[in-house]
């Protein structure tokens, strides 16, 4: 089942922060981010497993609620960079590595 | 090294014709993965391999068909086209420890 992205769109200005919210109705494994810019493939940002410990990178990070089966991705001081459509997968315990991606957060830093 | 390519890069084709693209990865990895892409979807599983002959469906999968005869090669089949599947097609390959798939370039497939 596929999993909830919220919010559909964000509109930033650069160094302005913003959440981008990833949640399931299933138990999960894994929570894994992705980035993709337009006319690009995905690229992997970043993957919480299920018992670890919030991940960071420069300044994007996350975090993964096991209880409430839900991942937030935190991006501070956005870049003009930082553009692009964010995506996350999940992964359902016991489905062997089977990714289910949910319908992205399209993430826009202007000038 | 890409690690990883897809081919046909774009194709064209017609309603009720075969076509088949394939998935190419030279880090001899076992788990291997076809999406679809598109607009207000994201990226929609269609089959996953976990290894040669070992295949699954995803949550699309309805129309197409996978095979895996070598651990480097994943080929994804439209039996006979129709313009549901004009689509971005993504092939991609997981790591074998965290899991984190490797996404190939996109094939752009429009079935007229």
């Known amino acids: 089942q596929q999993p909830v992205q919220s919010p559909q769109a964000v509109i930033l200005r650069e160094g302005e922060d913003a959440v981008i919210n990833c949640s399931s109705s299933k138990a999960l494994y894994s929570v894994h981010w992705y980035r993709q810019k337009h006319g690009e493939a995905p690229v992997f940002l970043m993957i919480?497993?299920?018992?670890?410990e919030q991940k960071g990178h420069e300044k994007i990070s996350a975090s993964f609620n096991e209880k409430k089966q839900q991942s937030s991705l935190y991006l501070t001081a956005s870049q003009l960079s930082y553009s692009g459509t964010y995506f996350c997968?999940?992964?359902?315990?016991?489905?062997?590595?089977?990714?289910?991606f949910g319908s992205g957060t399209q993430l826009t830093v202007l000038p | 090294d890409a690690g990883i390519t897809q081919s046909p890069r774009h194709k064209v084709t017609e309603t009720g014709t075969p076509v088949t693209l394939r998935c190419h990865q030279t880090e001899n990895h076992r788990y291997m993965y076809w999406y679809r892409q598109d607009p207000g979807h994201g990226l929609r599983l269609i089959h996953y391999?976990?290894?040669?002959?070992?295949?699954d469906k995803g949550e699309v999968s309805d129309g197409y068909s996978v095979s895996r005869s070598k651990t480097e090669d994943f080929l994804l089949t439209l039996e006979s086209a129709t313009s549901s599947q004009t689509s971005v097609y993504f092939c991609a390959m997981g790591t074998p420890n965290t899991g984190e798939l490797f996404f190939g370039e996109g094939s752009r497939l429009t079935v007229l």
């Open positions: 391999s976990y290894g040669v002959k070992d295949t």
């Open positions: 919480l497993l299920k018992g670890g």
């Open positions: 997968g999940t992964e359902l315990s016991g489905s062997a590595r089977q990714l289910t």
